[in-house]
Nanobody
Framework: QVQLVESGGGLVQPGGSLSLSCAASGFTFSRFPMSWHRQAPGKERELVALISPWSTNIQYPDSVKGRFTISRDNAKNRVYLQMNLLKPEDTAVYYC???????????????WGQGTQVTVSS
């Protein structure tokens, strides 16, 4: 069973930094791209970073490019998101996942972790 456990969120002032961590299990971590997503209240979940299995290809949307950095440690089955120069619009629950997500057996749902709340406010 796939398990994804995000941590590191919190309250930070605009311009500040946070470092998120995700522990993954239940699949062969080094075989899959990993991603970070976020979902703000009333909005769709959006992709904020994607990293290939051996970190050779990394992608960000323009909204976070130059401020967020994704990395991974295949020996520890962990993926990280360093967030700098945070803005109030970065406020959301942040989730990690593998790409593609793993389907929950006999359902049309996918495994997701509980997420970690990031709040950027003065």
């Amino acid at each position: 069973q796939v398990q994804l456990v995000e941590s590191g969120g919190g309250l930070v002032q605009p311009g500040g930094s946070l470092s998120l961590s995700c522990a993954a299990s239940g699949f062969t971590f080094s075989r899959f791209p990993m991603s970070w997503h976020r979902q703000a209240p009333g909005k769709e979940r959006e992709l904020v970073a994607l990293i290939s299995p051996w970190s050779t290809n990394i992608q960000y949307p323009d909204s976070v490019k130059g401020r967020f950095t994704i990395s991974r440690d295949n020996a520890k089955n962990r993926v990280y998101l360093q967030m700098n120069l945070l803005k109030p619009e970065d406020t959301a629950v942040y989730y990690c996942n593998r790409d593609p997500p793993s389907r929950v057996p006999d359902t049309n749902k996918y495994y997701w972790g509980q997420g970690t709340q990031v709040t950027v406010s003065s």
